[in-house]
């Protein structure tokens, strides 16, 4: 290790995952550890995380077009995005919690801190969620989020995109990333989306399904997760 | 079988707070994990946890999401499914650090038992922000648990000189426990993080 001149944090499955130092993306410069991360032994690994009951959804978590109305639709292009999650075998986790937040048509978060003069939506919110059902699927009805600028350097652009959340049944489970359109230009430019492996940034964007479009009602995409490791549950 | 790839981790950026602790940051809409771990009637003994995360230039960090999840006072982890917010004991918390002037977490639970031989009490922590790529995991020990500490298995993977990024530290203050635990990303005090990898890294 003294001799190597770059010192690996973690050995994460580098083929897919971002590097924790991406020094492109400039708020990684001081928030990154420096030092190797710890490996936590086998037999450790397989604390599980907890499980979320039905009931715990509301009945609208997961239509972001009609949890936050006040007076009227949200304005911008009707979305589905729907998916699945599964283990790296392929296999279905059921019960999965899966959480998004996301701009709104224009571009403009809700979050108080945001600065973005594009305007809000009084009808959108932004955050929804649900458990993914017996097939290891969730499907969630949304408003497709504008770009946004931010300040890593100057001109800086987000593509758009979807943040999810996903707690799965293991520890090591745990998963938070970022959902993309087919073809957006503004790719080549974000460090974020460039962080990731250039063969594995596909894994990041979302598949457009015409077959899964609502006819006269909304346009439909694919954007299946797959999380670290095998899930050790037993499968009925 | 043919092997899928994991979907990669990206960020999970500054403006998470109305989706997933709304109900901290004042949004409308309904939070199902929060900073209150247990309710009246779980036992054991009543502690907060509480501390700030820096980053390399020793600023602290107000737009990080914390999340913790431990076992109760008899060493069980709840495997039964939560239902609603603060239901019964869950072991499960979540706070960010933008709603207190000094970017403290606060989270108020019972100090867990150990989960079985050569486990010191412990709580699992998972850790998120903007500039960071992945989630973090690391782990808190208790500073009144020295001769369990020094039994746990996990504990003594690491080296000597690291441990005590670990260790909350336990104050009285008005009559209630608390134990303070800062977390560093970076610099001398860097906090030791773990990784849960199952199999075919390079390492
Ligand atoms: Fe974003």
Redesign the pocket.
Known sequence: MENSQLIEVEPINFNVQPPHLYSEYKSTILRSPTKPLIPVKEQLKDLSLPAFGDSAIGKWDHDLTKNARKNGEPIGERIKVSGKVMDEYGRPLRNVLVEIW??NAAGR?IHKAEIHDAPLDPNFLGAGRMLTDREGRYSFYTIKPGA?PWGNHFNAW?PN?I?FSVIGHQIGHRLVT?MYFPGDPLFEFDPIFQSVPKHARELLIAKFRMDWTEPEFALAYEFNIVLNGKCQTPFE | MEKLRQTPSQTV?P?FAYSLTAEQYGYDYNSLINGLLINHDTEGERIYITGRIYDGKGQTIPDALIELWQADANGQYRSLPIHQKNDGFTGLGRLGTGTDVQDRFLFTTIKPGSIGDGQAPHINIILFMRGSLHRLYTRLYFSDESATNSQDELFNTIPEERRNTLIAQRKQNAGRIEYHFDIYMQGEKETVFLMYITNDVIS
């Open positions: 996301q701009a978060y946004y987000r995109h943040h970022q | 950026g403006f």
